[in-house]
């Protein structure tokens, strides 16, 4: 892949990654990925579909049962760091190819995306030497012990907001703990994640321990949510998909691990430092358009503190230089797609019609280049005079859109804050130490920001409360979804059990 292929118009052209090899698919089928700023197909992929995923399940087996069975564990995390060095010495190339798939600003995709998914991969490969059993003092004279085995053929559906980076969250911890994967990236995004198999058959993964099926929900990801062949499905998307496809594994009682939706609040309070609580607003909702499941959606104000702070933030959202996404200067590119954009503008009706205001944005920004007219371009939004009940403040919009709901006190706040469905994050802008801490403690949710937003590391697990999901990605705690402990006992004595013997 050269950098400037990436900018051309001319579409590539990508296959399945199936046992070590690119295939076609087996009905031959194709679909195009849109480059998101211009309407233009950027490539051409083979589009997968049951009959492939049966393909990909089989050889993710025999990798399973077989030569990847036999390489130790030094081995795997040697292989999962090459992979993260070479992800770092095609840094330039992903984050472009990442920004002409999905939209999200060079900026971001350069100094975020990749590096983030570098950073998984190398903070795995440590973990694969240092998954271990115990031995359980039990009574009598019995050794017991616990073996953590890897849990086999893993299925993991990921979403498009960041398609390289959710790849290194499912694939980084399953791969240290000795699974196999068949991956499914989303139909809006799967071209960055075929580049990483490349990177993945370099680094010398055995064939068939990582294979990667591009294709629709409805037919891939279905067809391998309900296989029987595979041991684990893990998650990234909407609540809605969620619920589908842990009915799908309940079937074979396949093992699942969802990571969904949230309506995140974001919170100032009147002793807050103004300056830095309006940047973390504009970091909740406006980065990566949006399009960001923690992402702070509803913004609640102190009373005091509501008109000063919303004259700043408006200005400053109205500042936001969106635009070309492959121009380092821009902060907001196009929305993934036709169908989110459309989703996002009937939001603006609907605030409409709940009585909200629009403060600003709603709609296209002005004067773009005649080049990104057809692209998937929103304005950064803001609706004032919500109340929590709202279809605004509950529905993830999934958009560069902040719903924004006044309180009083702490108690009332604490009360509409947890008023939700959703359980992802939640960040608090405060001087007061204690109230902090009551409210990190207070508020149902996975992640808590204090005086941040949208901090994530390697090492920091990350997961949801409610129906914001289950199971905890990065962190060791991402280990415990792809090992299972195995109970070993062993008899000491030589004598007879109970009264067997007598
Ligand atoms: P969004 O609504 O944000 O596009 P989705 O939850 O629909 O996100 O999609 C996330 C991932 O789930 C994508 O890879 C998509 O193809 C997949 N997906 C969608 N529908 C299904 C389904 N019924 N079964 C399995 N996977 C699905």
Request: with cysteine.
């Amino acid at each position: 892949m050269s950098s400037a292929q990436a900018a051309t118009s001319e579409p590539r052209r990508y296959q399945l990654f199936i046992d070590g090899k690119f295939v076609d698919a087996e009905s031959g089928k194709t679909f195009q990925t849109p480059n998101p700023a211009t309407g233009e197909t950027l490539a051409e992929v083979a589009e997968a579909d049951k009959a492939d995923i049966d393909k990909a399940v089989a050889a993710a087996r025999r990798a399973f049962e077989g030569k990847w069975a036999k390489v130790s564990a030094r081995e795997r995390g040697r292989m999962l760091y090459k992979l993260a060095q070479l992800i770092e010495s095609n840094a330039k190339q992903l984050a472009e190819l990442e920004t002409a798939d999905n939209g999200k600003p060079i900026r971001e995709s350069l100094y975020i995306d990749v590096p983030a998914t570098a950073e998984n991969f190398e903070y795995f490969a440590g973990w694969a030497t240092k998954i271990e059993g115990e031995t359980i003092p039990v009574p009598g004279q019995f050794f017991n012990y616990t073996l953590r085995e890897p849990v086999g053929v893993c299925g993991q559906i990921i979403p498009w907001n960041f398609p390289l980076l959710m790849a290194a969250w499912k694939l980084a911890p399953a791969l240290a703990a000795g699974n196999t994967v068949v991956l499914k990236p989303a139909e809006q995004t799967p071209t960055t994640a075929l580049e990483l198999a490349k990177l993945i058959q370099e680094a010398g993964f055995p064939d068939g321990v990582v294979n990667v099926v591009p294709g629709y929900g409805e037919t891939a990801g279905a067809a391998l949510a309900s296989h029987a062949g595979i041991d684990k499905i893990a998650f990234t998307g909407s609540t809605e998909v969620g619920k589908t496809i842990a009915r799908a594994a309940a079937d074979n009682l396949t093992k699942v691990s969802l990571e969904l939706g949230g309506k995140a609040p974001n919170i100032v309070f009147a002793d807050a430092d103004i300056d830095q609580a309006v940047n973390g607003a504009m970091m909740g909702i406006f980065y990566n358009q949006g399009q960001v499941c923690c992402a702070g959606s509803r913004l609640f104000l102190d009373e005091r503190v509501k008109d000063e702070f919303l004259d700043r933030f408006k200005a400053k959202a109205e500042k936001i230089k969106v635009g070309d996404p492959m121009d380092k200067q821009t902060l907001m590119g196009p929305q993934v797609s036709a169908e989110q954009l459309d989703r996002i503008k009937s939001y603006v009706t609907i605030a409409r019609e709940e009585g909200a205001t629009v403060l600003t944005g709603g709609g296209a920004p002005a004067a773009l280049d005649e080049k990104f007219r057809r692209g998937y371009f929103f304005t950064p939004t803001i609706f004032s005079d919500v109340q929590n009940r709202m279809r605004v403040a509950q529905e993830e919009i999934f958009g560069p859109v902040t719903s924004v709901i006044t309180f009083k006190d702490e108690d009332d706040l604490i009360r509409q804050a947890n008023e939700t469905i959703y359980g992802l994050s939640a960040g608090i802008w405060t001087r007061d130490v204690r109230r902090a801490h009551r409210f990190a403690r207070e508020i149902k949710a996975g992640t808590v920001w204090i005086n941040t937003f949208n901090m994530m590391n390697a090492a920091s697990p990350f997961g949801g409360y409610k129906q914001s999901g289950y199971g905890r990605e990065m962190g060791r705690h991402a280990l415990e979804m792809y090992t299972q402990v195995k109970s070993v006992w062993v008899d000491l004595s030589g004598k007879p059990i109970g009264w067997y013997g007598q």
